[in-house]
């Protein structure tokens, strides 16, 4: 069965930064585009970033473009968020999701339980 398994969140100061991971499993990682979504406290579901299933190419919401990278190691089928220059409002609980294909259409069939992300002096 797919499993995502997220993980290196933590408590950043503003300006700070985190690297997340996620361990993918039970699926073919490498036909898959993969991405980052979180949920704010209180708010909806966000999509954060999303990256081909080859690497090829990535996007980003404005929100984020500039300061976070997405990457992914299709070797070791884990995909990675880097996140510098976080703010207070990039609090969130952080989820790996797995696309419906090998393009990121910010839609997606499987998430992991998520790794929290607080950013506060």
């Known amino acids: 069965q797919v499993q995502l398994v997220e993980s290196g969140g933590g408590l950043a100061q503003p300006g700070g930064s985190l690297r997340l991971s996620c361990a993918a499993s039970g699926f073919t990682f490498a036909s898959y585009a993969m991405n980052w979504v979180r949920q704010a406290p209180g708010k909806g579901l966000e999509w954060v970033s999303g990256?081909?299933?080859?690497?090829?190419?990535?996007y980003y919401a404005d929100s984020v473009k500039g300061r976070f990278t997405i990457s992914r190691d299709n070797a070791e089928n884990t995909v990675y968020l880097q996140m510098n220059r976080l703010k207070p409002e990039d609090t969130a609980l952080y989820y790996c999701?797995?696309?419906?294909?090998?393009?990121?259409?910010?839609?997606?069939?499987?998430w992991g339980q998520g790794t929290q992300v607080t950013v506060s002096s």
């Open positions: 999701a797995k696309g419906l294909s090998y393009v990121p259409t910010r839609e997606y069939d499987y």
């Open positions: 990256i081909y299933s080859d690497g090829s190419d990535t």
